[in-house]
């Protein structure tokens, strides 16, 4: 094969067209290989191989029965993997196939361009995986790919190079790059318009119930929830609550908010640390609430946002953030709240179905009665308690199996007497159930722990991967107070920083060996460059939006005022072209416009001065008519000739020459006026 | 669909055909005839294409998903492909605009023949690719293509076929492009002034020539009419043309150091040949018009001095070139 292969050079332009076409969508492909079935990627290179051998060997393309099996067959495989035909994964995977397949029937025009739009297409289903600095730098290749494939097809001349279309194709998508820098600057961010398929949900961290096993999903996703920049000390990291729905309500099986918190008496937050300021940067949770550092007392100044600081101190907003959100907001770490004194409010948070875990109540129940605890107050209990599980031999981790099988009522006690493994969520729902047994008001809240340090670029990254599940009890005289019991069992979990450890590449490997300083500042500048990227191109949302608004010395703007600048700006442009076009039509070679006015001096003079006569020739006419009077202006007209096919002419009309001409014109007339006279 | 009803079809009248051919002829009575063009802001116009709508369609989708998926990334490359498009909408009416068009005068041809047109087009500026050419009237499949280097000329040649005899007026071209990306069609219009002289159609197959006759009072004829052997012989003087020639002579003459021979051909003008309107039977005046076109050029071929009458105009007997020239004129002009 490799002795066959005719050079590059030297191929028939189509066959070369064609393979330049299969490599570019081999590479817009290539990236998808990672998330997509085995079968997919070996199928697509099959075809495009068998392309490629097709163009090389100039044989005809496949029937149209060929065509169908092998799509009925990506179609087949496709649902045999994902047992759907829709949604992200299955969607690219057919798409992927499509692209393929289209190559083996690029007949027609049309053919072409639906192979060009497909890949456009494609490069975007990238972006549902992945957004970082690589996957856009190879997917900007894959377009310029693509915008040179489109060119040279429309170069039907002879055989154009790749190079001369390349740089064709860069130069329309260079000066196309202010539109799309004020488009992207300028065009309004608005919310999701209709619902995004399950996929896009599934991403997300928090939800407004609990039941067992929900949190252990989201524990292992590892995208962003949220970035923080601190301006002031950042509290330590064991204090970081970002406080999510609060769960009061409990059904036997299901954890939810409850709903009589609006109907509660106000209450005063008593906060005890100094104010801690700092900025956040929300990745769309799809919630109505947001996930802040507790205790935040201001935040917001969020346009198109109504938000408000609930009872239970979450941040409720009037409707789903779809979208992301920067803003910046001010907490206090270490607080109180609730009641100080028992009333019906808290009604809710001791309430227990009948007839659910009854062995674990007995357990609380035998607690309770213990001579030592008789008159204890809560925090004597929830200390019991912690020390229980700190001592009881329970174990923390991410994968316990499913609670409640056997017996769907019993879930907890099969967690908190059989087998003794869980994660968080499991020990905040047995530490408040048992609190309830004992009559101390108590609830389940959810939300993020922790950050991961160090901060790249002074910004501290939360991930899903953080969701926690914590408990709050009620203390007479104190109101509600905070108490971890996974910090109990584990507190790694809570103290340690989270940084997560990418393992090193085969190329990071070899210069760490060589030089373990030069990596670390090579990692440092990627960090600082990506959180650049992630601040500057995945983040510009609204809230950027409207502070450039502002900047540029907008009150108080609004989406409509964007779009008003952006239709202003697009609208000047498209004036500015048509000024341009009017302006070139009117345009004239300068050395026509200056004998236009050499002709017009001329015959004020009397001359004819007709436009097919060369300057010798005038310059002839002038010495005849006025003689010695007209040696100075046959002299200039000479020099007109010297400029304009002479040995060195000039580029440019000389305007100096252009006005000598008129005083000598001037000179003369009054000189032939005097001697009329 | 039968031959029958398909004749049908293309007998009755489709109005949307009829309404855009009367637009068409109206929208080119106001261009002005010339035989060279400037293309200018004007006379070029430019409109998306199917694929340019389907782009549109492309960016449209491609933004819906940006904005569910609130994907940053998404806007980027739906922006840069917006821009890439409204910058190849420019660079497609700039590959027209400023191009000179000049159509080299045509010559001659006979009835059902392609009559070949030469243009030369002049970039003043930066190259220019993919300019396609076609007449206005045929499909786009007939554009001949060509690129103009920077601040040069390049030629295309473009056909049509003249049907009836006569001066024949350049039916309208049409010049357009659509590079870079091919989602918009630029295109200009162009009604060449010039005029093609269309001989008419020589009848297929030929009939034999008339008799030719001798000169009155003149020398018998020394060599027979069908050629044989040649007797009037001298030598090659510059400006013979190549027929004349004899060539078997002339390689004799050659192998012994000699020069080319050409035929003597004042030996053979006494022969007179008289192409009659009258000779031509009782056929249709424009087949008469063919026989006598046939007849020209076959006594042309036989280096005949021939002389031409038809009703009304007489050509005087002579040969060669000029000959050949004037009698087929006044043919393609008779009325």
Not at chain 1, 218 to 231: E, G, H, N, P, Y
Not at chain 1, 301 to 309: E, N
Not at chain 1, 342 to 356: E, I, N, T, Y
Not at chain 1, 472 to 480: A, F, M, S
Request: glycine share 8%.
């Amino acid at each position: 094969m490799a002795l066959t292969w005719p050079s590059w050079r030297h191929l028939p332009r189509e066959a070369r067209d064609t393979l330049f076409l299969l490599g570019v969508i081999a590479w817009t492909v290539l990236p998808h290989l990672g998330h997509l079935p085995v079968w997919c990627g070996l199928l697509t290179a099959a075809v495009l191989l068998w392309r490629a051998h097709l163009a090389l060997s100039n044989a005809p393309l496949p029937g149209r029965w060929v065509l169908v099996a092998v799509l009925a067959l990506a179609a087949g495989l496709t649902l045999w993997s994902f047992k759907s035909l829709l949604g992200k994964e299955p969607g690219v995977t057919l798409a992927v196939v499509l692209m393929a397949m289209k190559t083996l029937e690029l007949r027609a025009r049309r053919d072409a361009f639906v192979v060009f739009f497909l890949g456009f297409f494609l490069v975007l289903t990238h972006f549902l995986f992945s957004q970082s600095l690589l996957v856009a730098v190879a997917m900007l290749v894959s377009v310029w790919g693509l915008l040179t494939a489109l060119v040279l097809a429309h170069m039907p001349v002879g055989q154009p190079s790749l190079r001369q279309a390349g740089s064709l194709a860069l130069r329309t998508a260079a000066l196309g790059a202010p539109v799309m820098v004020l488009l992207f600057v300028l065009f309004p961010r608005v919310g999701p318009l209709w619902g995004v398929p399950q996929d896009g949900q599934s991403k997300t961290g928090l939800s407004n119930t609990m039941r067992m096993g929900t949190v252990a999903e989201i524990a292992l996703d590892d995208s962003i929830a949220m970035r923080i920049k601190f301006f002031d000390p950042p509290p330590p990291a064991e204090d970081l609550y970002f406080r999510g729905p609060v769960l009061s309500r409990f059904d036997g099986k299901t954890w939810s908010a409850s709903f009589s918190s609006f109907a509660a008496p106000r209450t005063e937050l008593r906060t005890v640390s100094p104010a801690v300021h700092y900025e956040v940067t929300l990745e769309p949770l799809r919630l109505t609430l947001l996930p802040l550092l507790e205790v935040t007392t201001e935040a917001g100044g969020i346009d198109g946002l109504q938000t408000a600081r609930r009872e239970d101190l979450v941040w409720s907003t009037d409707r789903p953030v779809l979208e992301r959100l920067r803003f910046k907001a001010t907490a206090h770490t270490v607080f109180g709240h609730g009641p100080l004194q028992r009333g019906p409010a808290l009604a809710d948070s001791v309430a227990l179905p009948a007839g659910f875990n009854p062995r674990t109540l007995a357990w609380a129940r035998q607690l309770g009665s213990d001579a030592r605890y008789a008159s204890a107050d809560a925090q004597t209990l929830a200390q019991a308690v912690m020390q229980h599980i700190r001592t009881g031999g329970y174990t923390y981790t991410l994968d316990p199996g499913v609670y409640g099988e056997a017996d769907p009522g019993g879930a907890i006690d099969e967690f908190w007497l059989d087998r003794k493994e869980g994660f968080c969520e499991h020990f905040a729902a047995a530490f408040v159930v048992i609190m309830r047994a004992l009559d101390v008001p108590a609830r389940v809240v959810t939300g993020y722990q922790g950050v991961e340090t160090p901060p790249v670029d002074g910004y501290y990254i939360v991930r899903q991967s953080f969701a926690h599940a914590w408990a709050e009890y009620w203390q007479e005289g104190k109101g509600w107070v905070r108490a971890d019991p996974t910090g109990a069992v584990a507190p790694d979990r809570i103290r340690r920083s989270l940084g997560l450890k990418p393992a090193p590449g085969f190329v990071a490997g070899t210069i760490a060996g060589i030089s373990p300083r030069f990596l670390a500042q090579l990692r440092e500048s990627w960090e600082s460059l990506n959180n650049r990227w992630n601040q500057w191109v995945l983040n510009y949302s609204r809230g950027q939006q409207l502070d450039l608004m502002k900047k540029l010395g907008f009150e108080s703007p609004s989406w409509q005022d964007v779009a008003l600048l952006l239709i202003g700006a697009l609208s000047s442009l498209s004036l500015l072209g048509a000024a341009w076009a009017w302006w070139d039509r009117h345009r004239q070679d300068p050395w026509e416009r200056q004998a236009h006015e050499l002709r017009r001096v001329l015959r004020t003079l009397g001359l004819g001065a007709l436009v097919h006569e060369p300057p010798r020739a005038l310059a002839l006419q002038v010495n005849q008519r006025f003689g010695t009077q007209g040696q100075a202006l046959s002299g200039l007209l000479m020099t007109l000739e010297q400029h304009r096919y002479g040995r060195t002419p000039l580029r440019r009309p000389s305007a100096d020459w252009l006005r000598a001409l008129r005083s000598e014109a001037r000179a003369l007339r009054r000189r032939m006026k005097t001697a009329a006279r | 669909m039968s031959t029958a009803t398909r004749r049908m079809s293309s007998l009755l009248p489709n109005p949307v055909a009829g309404v855009r051919k009367r637009f068409r002829a109206w929208w080119q009575q106001r261009l002005p005839r010339t035989d060279t063009l400037l293309l200018t802001q004007r006379n070029v116009y430019i409109l998306p294409t199917r694929a340019g709508l389907m782009f549109g369609v492309t960016l449209v989708v491609l933004l819906l998903a940006s904005i569910n998926y609130q994907l940053s990334l998404g806007y980027v490359l739906t922006f840069l492909l917006a821009g890439s498009g409204v910058v190849s909408m420019h660079v497609t009416h700039n590959t027209l605009r400023g191009l000179t068009l000049h159509l080299r005068p045509p010559g001659a041809v006979f009835a059902g023949t392609p009559a070949l047109l030469d243009i030369t087009l002049t970039s003043p500026g930066a190259a220019r690719f993919g300019i396609g050419l076609r007449m206005e009237s045929t499909p786009a499949a007939t554009l001949s293509w060509t690129d103009v280097p920077q601040g040069g000329q390049a030629h295309a040649q473009v056909s049509f076929v003249p049907q009836v005899r006569g001066r024949y007026q350049v039916p309208a071209l049409s010049a357009e492009t659509r590079f870079p990306l091919g989602l918009f069609r630029a295109w200009s219009v162009w009604r060449p002034e010039a005029q093609v002289l269309v001989y008419p159609q020589p009848e297929q197959p030929a009939a034999a020539l008339p008799p030719a006759h001798a000169t009155p009072g003149g020398p018998t004829a020394r060599r027979s009419a069908d050629g044989g052997e040649v007797e009037g012989i001298r030598g090659y003087r510059r400006g013979d043309p190549l027929k004349l020639v004899v060539w078997k002579k002339a390689a004799r003459s050659l192998e012994t150091g000699g020069d080319l021979v050409s035929r003597d051909t004042s030996a053979s003008v006494q022969q007179q040949l008289w192409l009659d309107w009258q000779q031509c039977g009782s056929l249709a005046p424009e087949d008469r018009l063919s026989r006598l076109t046939a007849w020209v050029l076959a006594a042309d071929r036989g280096g005949a001095e021939y002389g031409l009458r038809v009703p009304g105009e007489e050509t005087a007997p002579s040969h060669g070139d000029a000959q050949r020239k004037r009698c087929l004129e006044a043919l393609a002009l008779w009325r």
